[in-house]
């Protein structure tokens, strides 16, 4: 994941500079971790308008970096967290696995 994100920053944002690709992959995976945690505890405690701004910005995080994985869990929170749904244990789990990928290639 962390490859195909570098590939979207030099393709798409036109940045191909290591340092500021690791930076703002340092970044993203800042505000990853902070969402999630959002996300986890606002969802635990029945808080979905919370939950959702926090799978929304996410989701933007997640569509301005090339994270197209996270975008689209993210996206599929966002909408069940608003419409009402209560299938989101699934999602959450997917979500905590890629984080777990993520964050285990960033560290390389």
């Known amino acids: 994941m962390k490859a195909e994100i570098e590939k979207y920053i ?3 944002l036109e940045i191909d500079d290591a340092e500021t690709i ?3 992959i340092v970044a993203y995976g800042e505000a990853l971790n902070e969402n999630c945690a959002i996300i986890e505890a606002a969802a635990a405690a029945g808080d979905r308008q919370r939950a ?3 799978a929304h910005a996410l ?3 997640s569509a301005n970096i090339g ?3 996270f975008y ?3 996206r599929d929170l966002e909408k069940l967290f608003r419409g009402g749904g209560d299938e989101a244990q699934h999602l959450l789990q997917q979500l905590a696995e890629l984080r777990e990928q993520f964050i285990g290639e960033a560290a390389h």
Do not use: F, R, S
Request: no cysteine; aromatic share 0%.
């Open 59 to 61: 989701k933007g995080a």
């Open 72 to 74: 689209e869990v993210a």
């Open 22 to 24: 690791a930076m703002l």
């Open 52 to 54: 959702a701004a926090a």
């Open 67 to 69: 994270a197209q994985p």
């Open 10 to 12: 030099v393709a798409n």
